[in-house]
């Protein structure tokens, strides 16, 4: 399995306060990705990045904020947690071809009320 | 916009049947695709992967998927399925050109002993 550690793996916090979540490599890839999975949904993109300080926003980035100041970090910033942020959150690296795979971290749980 | 569609959202099968899982993409150009299987409580782990040559490609676990250009189809298939298959399948698309993966909502695969 890949290096991938995603910190914390369960979280639970309260409408209105900010969470950070962490996904730490240590494969010295190019790409990191931050997903969330909900039923019916699959695995939705909220942001990713291509290099440090370099993100782009995925297609439900709403909400959420990121930053990577070194390679093997990936932080996922909800600045005021709503409860529709209910959600398990996947990091995934990849690397520069485009023919590569993703491997995925084990995911943070986190529980909004 | 590329997208994804895994029209099977549930199947349930007795062991030793065989398995297909439906999965068409939207995209133009060149593409790369993957299936990844997620067992309960666990992340996503990649199966196989299809980006030039032989169309059918063959992945871990005795599993196949046949990519048909002309259908923008990449399903997914197992002869003869076990009890330890049962997970969440996930065809992803990636185009030649950008960053980003693009995830199907999943098929749950239930497999009775």
């Known amino acids: 399995d890949a290096g991938i550690t995603q910190s914390p793996r369960h979280k639970v916090t309260e409408t209105g306060t900010p969470v950070t979540l962490r996904c730490h490599q240590t494969?010295?890839?190019?790409?990191m990705y931050w997903y969330r999975q909900d039923p019916g949904h699959g695995l939705r993109l909220i942001h990713y990045?291509?290099?440090?300080?370099?993100?782009d926003k995925g297609e439900v980035s709403d909400g959420y904020s990121v930053s990577r100041s070194k390679t093997e970090d990936f932080l996922l910033t909800l600045e005021s947690a709503t409860s529709s942020q209910t959600s398990v959150y996947f990091c995934?690296?990849?690397?520069?071809?485009?023919?590569?795979?993703?491997?995925f971290g084990d995911g943070t749980r986190l529980s909004i009320l | 916009a590329q997208s994804v569609s895994q029209h099977n959202h549930h199947v349930i099968l007795s062991e030793a049947a065989s398995l297909e899982l439906g999965c068409n993409y939207s995209y133009g150009g060149t593409v790369n695709l993957f299936w990844y299987v997620q067992y309960p409580g666990q992340h996503l782990q990649l199966l196989l992967k299809y980006f030039s040559g032989d169309p059918l490609v063959k992945g871990i676990k005795g599993f196949e998927a046949e990519f048909i250009k002309s259908k923008f189809s990449f399903n997914l298939r197992k002869p003869s399925v076990q009890w330890s298959d049962t997970a969440e399948y996930f065809c992803a698309v990636k185009g030649d050109t950008g960053n980003q993966f693009y995830f199907g909502t999943g098929t749950s695969l239930t497999v009775i002993p």
């Open positions: 494969e010295n890839h190019r790409y």
């Open positions: 990045s291509y290099g440090v300080k370099d993100t």
């Open positions: 995934a690296i990849s690397e520069r071809q485009t023919n590569q795979p993703q491997h």
